[in-house]
T-cell receptor, first 113, second 115 residues
Framework: AQSVTQLDSQVPVFEEAPVELRCNYSSSVSVYLFWYVQYPNQGLQLLLKYLSGSTLVKGINGFEAEFNKSQTSFHLRKPSVHISDTAEYFCAVGKTSGSRLTFGEGTQLTVNP | NAGVTQTPKFQVLKTGQSMTLQCAQDMNHNSMYWYRQDPGMGLRLIYYSASEGTTDKGEVPNGYNVSRLNKREFSLRLESAAPSQTSVYFC??????????????FGPGTRLTVT
């Protein structure tokens, strides 16, 4: 079975600062990796995904993530955050052979003026 | 194209009451999922349906039943609600067989309170 650990439950940053949200996973088989964002009182939206190929993936709203197989990590980064990036972010992993996703506990990103 | 829709948006139940949460998708997706979201616990899979006609248990199936009514609709039933089932419930769907569409698409959620 796979598992996901998001290393920070809350990340406060100031506007225009860089941010990194950390995600580690464990799995004995090949996986796909995802980052989702949840704005208050809404469902989850896909930010980006790693399926194969280049380990640096770019998503919407200026976010990017790097897949590191040796460290089993998939950290999310943004070089300069905006107030509107305040949301909860979820890392998820799925087996390449299956249809289920396993989600991390979430990281609340709060961008302060 | 409405994506994934869920009804109702909000519901308050008394302990022991039953109810069905409805989910429908108009993206012709094969797989559908029910999750619950609780503070600090992320999303936990309750049940899923990999394809029409099949359903399987997820991580936290106790106290729930599901029906895949057709390809579009996947309902979640609470037969005898308990306060521990107070949560936000999300339905999601996903296509199959397409490498570039492995992500799941989520509905807006149902906020359920059991008193």
């Amino acid at each position: 079975a796979q598992s996901v650990t998001q290393l920070d439950s809350q990340v406060p940053v100031f506007e225009e600062a860089p941010v990194e949200l950390r995600c580690n996973y464990s799995s004995s088989v090949s996986v796909y990796l995802f980052w989702y964002v949840q704005y208050p009182n809404q469902g989850l939206q896909l930010l980006l995904k790693y399926l194969s190929g280049s380990t640096l993936v770019k998503g919407i709203n200026g976010f990017e993530a790097e897949f590191n197989k040796s460290q089993t990590s998939f950290h999310l980064r943004k070089p300069s955050v905006h107030i509107s990036d305040t949301a909860e972010y979820f890392c998820a992993v799925g087996k390449t052979s299956g249809s289920r996703l396993t989600f991390g506990e979430g990281t609340q990103l709060t961008v302060n003026p | 194209n409405a994506g994934v829709t869920q009804t109702p948006k909000f519901q308050v139940l008394k302990t022991g009451q039953s109810m069905t949460l409805q989910c429908a998708q108009d993206m012709n997706h094969n797989s559908m999922y029910w999750y619950r979201q609780d503070p600090g616990m992320g999303l936990r899979l309750i049940y899923y349906s990999a394809s029409e006609g099949t359903t399987d248990k997820g991580e936290v199936p106790n106290g729930y039943n599901v029906s895949r009514l057709n390809k579009r609709e996947f309902s979640l039933r609470l037969e005898s609600a308990a306060p521990s089932q107070t949560s936000v419930y999300f339905c999601a769907s996903r296509t199959a067989g397409n490498l570039f569409s492995y992500e799941q698409y989520f509905g807006p959620g149902t906020r359920l309170t059991v008193t």
